[in-house]
């Protein structure tokens, strides 16, 4: 050991490391073991005599199945059965068969010896390493050659399948290998389907402050740091921070695959891995789009890790783990940082990557005594960092985040199988952050980057998305509060969409129509007197018109919207009869009415509540309330309905937005609120469409959003009694079926066929 630590002394460079590192995670990550293991054993086992153009067929199909499934474990569970019959039924040799084995086998341990085994003894000082992370490699699952069973059987699938090729005459047994194909290549769109799928938060990105917060933030990333463990130490220093500062609950979300490259560029640029381009720890990836040091002077720190995920227009400071172990060099890092904050004060964001947790529980295990001891060291270098902060006044200009890329389950992680993995700590705390405050709101470590560019006030990088959390804040201002938010969402997006609003969504004026005849008919009977009618969220005049359509007698008749450009649709349909009035602002409204009516409103707000106790305020004694189109949250407590419901989005149904009508809210939103940053579709909707379950995300439901009916009216109107209530779904009225009453008719029936609630509830109540 000491001989391989002398002679690394006298070459090294980091160059020399970055390269070193990348070819260790070139046959470490399971997307490129595979290949070298897989075709060096079927070498192996047919000395090179077999047909080149069906194995070639086969290798191309192999690399395909592999990287549709992202060599996620279901792929396994699925292959394996399609595997066993094929061997069986094709009669392929044992002899064969135990050769291309043992030999993946042998690839799997001379690569975890010589390309991780070594250079971790090195790094840790302990030369057994090697041997524990092969015993722990029986039982770990991750794509990395840390993980025996994974790695044995990608190898192994890709060995098999050039196998069939090389020994199968497919003239005589087409169909068999045709059907073994179609099971494999259905096995691998499964996986897909069902792996875990990368979310944003639900959008709160509020205007950054004119003035910041903070001078700087200070990110203190613990790399691989296990929730529960987290927890369940005696950490002195954390135990401050969160005492003074905002912690997490539950843990933030990491992202998949939970590897520390596409986690740690998921942080700094507040996007997923699919956007920002890494995608695991291995070579050839680089951050494409806008992150935190773009667009505030940073510098990072850490290990080679660091080099890696950075551009290389990005200040970084790499500590070498095989020079200074892996003991020493987070105490480096720390004495940089330092250094950095008083030496370059135009620079307002640190970045550091904490590795010693993350290596040891590599090397011994996440739950080992080496792991917690290590726990407990960052602990001690972070209490002796934010010590020094206010030995030297700088603690009330700084903010201090922990945070953490991915957690860890065995000796690896990656998959987000286990929630050891999937949870990571977040604490912030500084001057004007609540003290001991808990954050319960669901989160994600792409949220990171959003808060920190609140923060110190600069923007948002462009793809960043997920949130801020505002409620940490002592005095946060009017415009980052979520109901602000909500409301000006709202407004845009109905402004921006104005003039196609009523082409567009037939799921009201169609599914909503003769529900609403049927119930002004059946309890507004005409009488001696006009009503007076309130209509909140009026829109483009539609229950306007259904009061026009029925004949009853209306003494005054108040359109209320947000939106300057529905009211003018609005006055456009009603404008011409003198009982209607139109108003953006019902403030001063302190009059009651005969009926206050509410088509597709509640949902749209942050804070139902509020509404429902003005809508009791201004309905007279006995008056009626109606409303329609608010989402019915027990329907997509089934789990069939839920997957239907997502078929039905990837097919092209729910509320959409146009690209011409996002770049007009964009524009809009940069007109009124100037120091905004631009949003996408998605997050209009996430936004706008508030409790909605359906328009959460573009390809997934959020079943925790939406209201239940009974809890609806017992917990917004205690006052009132529900004359009429029910739930239906307006799914196929949708301008793509307009004009096709008979398959609307036919799908409605297949629709009440299988399911007992609709996704939607309408009322009628009345004031007591």
Known sequence: MKFLLNALSKVYNEEIESLCTRILYFFNTTDTYFLVAGLVSFFAAFS?????????????????TVRIADFFPYFILLAMPVILCAIFFFQIPVGLLSTILLVNAACFFIVQFFFMGIPDAIVSRDPRVPFLKALNSILTIAPTTVSFVVSLFFSFYLSFCLTLAAVVPSGKRAPALILTGFLLLLGSVVTRAFRPQNLFSRFLKPDVPEKPLFRRVVILNIDGARKDIFDS???????????????????????????????????????????????????????????????????????????????????????????????????????????????????????????????????????????????????????????????????????????????????????????????????????????????????????????????????????????????????????????????????????????????????????????????????????????????????????????????????????????????????????????????????????????????????????PAALAAKVDRWTASGGLVFGSHEPNQKAFRNLLFRAGAVLYKRLGGGITIDPGTVDTFNRLLRERYPRSAKVCREEILQTVEYHSPLEQYDFAVDATKGFIPEEFFSRYFPGFEVLDSETYTTFFERPFLSGHKNIQSALRSMFWLFFREGNLFRFVLRKK
Request: net charge negative.
């Open 48 to 64: 090179f005599r077999f047909p080149i153009l069906p194995c070639a067929g086969a290798l191309l199909f192999a690399v395909i």
């Open 233 to 607: 130490l005696t950490l002195p220093a954390i135990d401050a921070l969160k005492k003074r500062g905002a912690y997490h609950v539950q843990g933030l979300e990491t992202v998949y695959r939970a590897l520390t490259n596409p986690a740690f560029a998921s942080i700094l640029t507040g996007t997923i891995p699919m956007i920002h381009g890494i995608k695991s720890n291995n070579f050839g990836q680089t951050i494409r789009t806008e992150g935190l040091p773009d667009v505030v002077p940073a510098i990072a720190y850490g290990s080679m890790h660091v080099k890696h995920f950075s551009k290389k227009t990005w200040a970084t400071r790499i500590v070498s783990l095989p020079r200074h172990s892996v003991y020493k060099s987070d105490d480096i890092m720390v004495r940089w940082i330092k250094e950095d904050m008083v030496e370059k004060a135009g620079t307002r964001l640190f970045i550091a990557d904490f590795s010693e947790a993350d290596f040891l529980a590599h090397a011994y295990g996440s739950t080992s005594n080496a792991y917690k001891d290590a726990l407990r060291r960052i602990d001690k270098r972070i209490g002796d960092f934010t010590g020094w902060l206010r030995e030297v006044g700088l603690e009330d200009s700084t903010a201090i985040i922990i945070c953490s890329d991915h957690g860890i389950s065995a000796i690896d992680h990656s998959y987000l199988i286990a929630s050891s993995e999937k949870y990571v700590p977040f604490i912030m705390a500084g001057k004007g952050i609540k003290q001991g405050f808990k954050i319960e709101r669901p989160g994600k470590i792409m949220d990171i980057c959003s808060m920190t560019s609140f923060l110190l006030g600069v923007p948002y990088p462009s793809s960043a998305r997920g949130q801020v959390f505002t409620e940490v804040l002592e005095h946060p201002e009017d415009n980052a509060r979520i109901e602000t938010i909500v409301k000006n969402f709202n407004e845009l997006k109905y402004d921006a969409e104005a003039d196609t609003y009523t082409e567009k969504h037939a799921e009201i004026r169609e599914g909503d129509k003769e529900w609403w005849d049927d119930c002004l008919s059946k309890f507004c009977a005409a009488g001696d007197r006009g009503l007076k009618v309130l209509d909140i969220g009026c829109g483009d005049g539609f229950i306007g018109e259904r009061f026009l359509a029925s004949g009853i007698r209306v003494e005054k008749f108040v359109c209320f919207d947000l939106s300057k450009n529905m009211l003018a649709q609005a006055k456009k349909r009603l404008g011409g009869n003198a009982a209607f009035v139109f108003t953006e602002d019902l403030g001063s409204l302190n009059e009651t009415f005969d009926v206050v009516t509410a088509s597709s409103v509640f949902h749209h707000l942050a804070d």
